[in-house]
């Protein structure tokens, strides 16, 4: 009789791998200060807090903070006079061309930092909105941030209304109005949003600002697979501007570092990282999928290796955390596994109250039970007829209990079991016959018929020897 194996399925995927003791997961301390500050944020906090999330701390922090000092010094010497005379939406305009004529030199899209902007002049939408802010921040002019699904601009209160400000360009000043602006922001790729299309741009808090430079340098991380580097940015974006969208990403960062873990086959390592930040941000309930994912790829990994006293003890830690009914097909999983090794490799003694055990504890289905059930009774009674006869193989199969003897399979294994039997007689019937034994012949069937009155096959045979008349 064939036995029936399980087989089961699973993908494996290969990249670079670091341990999890390296990724922090908690706020940097800069960003644990920002309970202390204003809604509104002055230059110099600009000035300080766009610094640390460029990713600069202690001395070259403070250095970079006093170059920038004197930049505004130098910024507010060449306006002071200018703007008395100036109205606020000439004040808006004079400084973005400022900064484009001493600063802002050249375009690229990836360079958000700001010690990099003022020691190079490279700047891209988010930084020199950024430095937008920080002078117009120490000129005391009314100035907030924009942010688009790719983009981010200023938009400055002048006497009458906002006006928007591309600061990507030296043509970005109420942008709508100018033909040099079109060709010259064409060159950045993005797409200008006019203030009218409310739905796909929204105002932006101080914080969000300077949180987006910790999403550009997400980005880039990210898009060159460091997703180890970009979980801590992500914990710093949320502390620093508490919104569903930086929760969101900060999460997409714990899980995409979880996925590269899981790539590698360090299932637990991924669970763990992915397990505790989950508690740690109140991130159970969402991240449950990928949560169940890492945790059956690390128990097909173990019954794989039929390491199933550590499938069960991992398991174990994993009830605080997967829902009741992932847990329970994870545990019926390792049962139907060590079931299956079982039934193929151990005595029948010892696999049949184990299955029984798990049919009655609803660990296996009925289609399960129904196949282990069928396969250790028919292996048993073959058994049974090698080392003894297909007599006791049948009488086994007939004492078996109700809901296991009347199984469609099992029904005929008992009547084939109860065939060869007959048939065995038949054939030590047959060869006495063959020799004219014909006395020896009817004890044989007179011995069958004994034990098996109503024996179709063996009646038939005494019935044949009989009108021989012998």
Request: proline share 2%; aromatic share 14%.
């Amino acid at each position: 009789m064939s036995k029936i194996n399980i087989i089961i399925i699973f993908f494996m995927f290969f990249v670079s791998f670091l341990t999890a003791e390296e990724i922090r997961i908690e706020p940097d301390s800069y960003w644990l200060k920002m309970n202390t500050w204003e809604k509104t944020l002055t230059s110099s906090l600009f000035i300080e807090s766009s610094l640390a999330a460029s990713g600069l701390d202690g001395e070259a922090l403070n250095f970079y903070i006093e170059k920038y000092n004197q930049l505004v010094l130098d910024f507010n010497k060449d306006r002071e006079d200018t703007f008395i005379t100036l109205s606020i939406y000439e004040k808006g305009e004079f400084i973005l061309n400022w900064a484009h004529e001493n600063i802002l030199k050249n375009y690229i899209e990836e360079q958000t930092l700001m010690n990099v902007l003022i020691d190079t002049g490279n700047y891209n939408c988010v930084s020199s909105a950024v430095f937008y802010l920080i002078l117009s921040r120490a000129a005391g002019i009314n100035v907030e941030a924009v942010e688009t699904s790719d983009h981010a601009f200023c938009t400055i209160k002048t006497e009458d209304k906002w006006i928007d400000v591309e600061t990507t360009t030296s043509y970005g000043f109420n942008p709508g109005i100018k033909k040099e602006f079109q060709q010259s922001f064409n060159q950045t790729g993005y797409t200008y949003v006019p203030p009218g299309n409310y739905r796909t741009r929204q105002r932006i808090s101080d914080r969000e600002m300077v949180a987006l430079i910790l999403q550009n340098r997400m980005s880039v991380l990210q898009k060159y697979n460091l997703h180890d580097q970009a979980v801590g940015l992500a914990v710093d974006r949320w502390t620093l501007a508490v919104t569903d969208n930086n929760y969101k990403d900060m999460n997409d960062a714990f899980r995409n570092w979880s996925a590269v873990l899981n790539n590698k086959s360090n299932y637990t390592e991924a669970y763990y990282f992915l397990s505790n930040v989950s508690f740690k941000y109140n991130l159970i309930n969402i991240n449950n999928d990928l949560l169940y994912d890492l945790t059956y790829n690390h128990i097909i990994s173990l019954t794989n290796n039929e390491n199933y006293n550590t499938a069960n003890e991992f398991l174990l830690e994993t009830k605080s955390v997967l829902n009741k009914s992932d847990q329970n097909k994870l545990e019926n999983l390792v049962t139907r596994s060590f079931l299956s090794d079982t039934v193929r490799n151990e005595i029948y003694e010892i696999s049949l109250p184990l299955v029984r055990e798990a049919y009655n504890t609803n660990s296996i289905s009925k289609s399960e039970w129904h196949n282990w059930i069928t396969v250790l009774h028919q292996n048993k009674a073959l058994e049974i007829s090698n080392f003894t006869d297909w007599w006791e193989a049948w009488q086994f199969l007939k004492k078996l209990p109700p809901d296991e003897k009347n199984l469609a399979s099992i029904k005929k294994s008992t009547d084939l079991a109860h065939d060869n039997w007959s048939f065995d007689i038949h054939n030590n019937f047959a060869d006495l016959y063959n020799i004219q034994d014909f006395k020896g012949a009817e004890m044989v069937l007179l011995n069958g018929l004994n034990l098996d009155p109503d024996n179709k096959y063996l009646t038939q045979d005494l019935n044949d020897l009989k009108k021989l008349n012998f």
